[in-house]
């Protein structure tokens, strides 16, 4: 096994998996659209919405969980829609009940409706009450790295600053904030929101993050199922280019057949 290989394998909270590209569930057309979409994805850690999709809570609606078992894939619920640390803080909760026991998850507590960027006095808030319940939180952020960092200290177990703004599909914004927030963690970096195609997510990798978690991007395409290949490939393009390192940018051309050592 060569170290790019090694190296292809994300690590959260101890356990590895195979694919760096990390998909949300909602937004599909249908049950089955979802299910096939995260197959063509490679995805192992899928993404649920609490507070709105059905994972038993009622017995009556069809269940996520029936195309995407946690035997197969690792559930990874969310706060999407919650506005305040109490909000967020029941949502874990919640899931923890229905999941049986499930520790991770992902935090997200919202500023407003507008811009969906994260409110961080209210994430600070729920980080601390939810590393005191046990919680494994990965977090979402905005692009600073002073946050980045704080949240790294609080205890969360993956910090997931935003790319761009929740399905603009703008892509990354600010790649060097990026950039300062991947060299100075000692935890996993996820770019969370604002990718649009797979260009931007194989950027997201170039940049040495530990990979990328999407939804609109895929589920909001024409062909759903298409682009969740597609950004498998860039995935796993991006980490590779990344390990193998970049040659350096120069203003002007060099050649790539010198002319030293010429016969004539």
């Given at each position: ?17 195979q ?103 209210e ?17 979402y ?73 999407m939804?609109?991007?895929?589920a ?20 590779e ?24």
């Amino acid at each position: 096994m060569t170290t790019t290989q090694f190296d292809s394998r994300l690590v959260i909270v101890g356990k590895e998996y195979q694919s760096r590209l990390l998909v949300g569930s909602g937004k599909y057309r249908d049950l089955e659209q979802t299910r096939l979409a995260t197959e063509a994805s490679g995805a192992q850690i899928v993404t649920v919405a609490i507070r709105r999709s059905n994972i038993g809570q009622h017995p009556d609606q069809p269940n996520l969980l029936e195309v995407l078992p946690p035997s197969r894939y690792t559930i990874l619920p969310n706060t999407a829609g919650c506005y305040n640390a109490d909000e967020a803080v029941r949502t874990c909760r919640l899931a923890r009940e229905l999941l049986d026991g499930h520790e991770l998850v992902k935090l997200e507590v919202l500023a407003d409706q507008t811009t969906l960027y994260p409110d961080l006095v209210e994430t600070y808030q729920a980080v601390e009450v939810l590393v005191r319940d046990g919680f494994k939180i990965m977090v979402y952020t905005n692009d600073d790295p002073i946050a980045a960092k704080r949240l790294e200290e609080m205890g969360c177990v993956a910090v997931m600053p935003l790319a761009a703004p929740i399905g603009s599909g703008l892509g990354v914004r600010n790649p060097y904030n990026i950039l300062t927030i991947v060299e100075n963690a000692r935890v996993p970096i996820i770019v969370d929101a604002g990718v649009g195609t797979a260009s931007d997510a194989a950027i997201a990798m170039e940049l040495g993050c530990d990979g990328v978690l999407m939804n609109t991007a895929i589920a909001g395409a024409r062909d759903p199922v298409l682009m969740a290949s597609a950004m498998k490939k860039a995935i796993e393009a991006g980490r590779e280019a990344y390990c193998a390192g970049r040659i350096p940018k120069k203003r002007f051309a060099s050649a790539s057949s010198p002319l030293d050592g010429l016969f004539f």
